[in-house]
């Protein structure tokens, strides 16, 4: 079983950036595709981006794609989203999760995903 602890939310202007990590321990972290989603007040959790097993394919959103960029270290067990020109719509938790499909295009929804962090907060003032 795999444990997340996502990391790096908080407070920032509209423009600016802010990385999130994702830290994983227990089972086989390698193994698993990692997405990231997010969730806003009143709205459904929402995918953003995942990334394969390997790095080598990655998947976003339409609404992230050029600010965005999501990362993995398998030595250290993390994956990062790096996000860049924030709009005070991408305000929400953001949560990374664990899961098995290992093509990234289809692993969207949160049923695609086992395991799940706790989620940390992002706030973009204008």
């Known amino acids: 079983q795999v444990q997340l602890v996502e990391s790096g939310g908080g407070l920032v202007q509209a423009g600016g950036p802010l990385r999130l990590s994702c830290a994983a321990s227990?089972?086989?972290?390698?193994?698993?595709?990692i997405g990231w989603f997010r969730q806003a007040p009143r709205n459904e959790r929402d995918f953003v981006a995942a990334i394969s097993w390997s790095g080598g394919n990655t998947y976003y959103t339409d609404s992230v794609k050029g600010r965005f960029t999501i990362s993995r270290d398998n030595a250290k067990n993390t994956v990062y989203l790096q996000m860049n020109s924030l709009k005070p719509e991408d305000t929400a938790v953001y949560y990374c999760?664990?899961?098995?499909?290992?093509?990234?295009?289809?692993?969207?929804?949160?049923?695609?995903?086992?395991?799940w962090g706790q989620g940390t907060q992002v706030t973009v003032s204008s």
């Open positions: 999760a664990a899961g098995t499909q290992a093509v990234v295009s289809l692993a969207s929804a949160p049923y695609d995903y086992d395991y």
């Open positions: 227990g089972g086989t972290f390698r193994s698993y595709t």
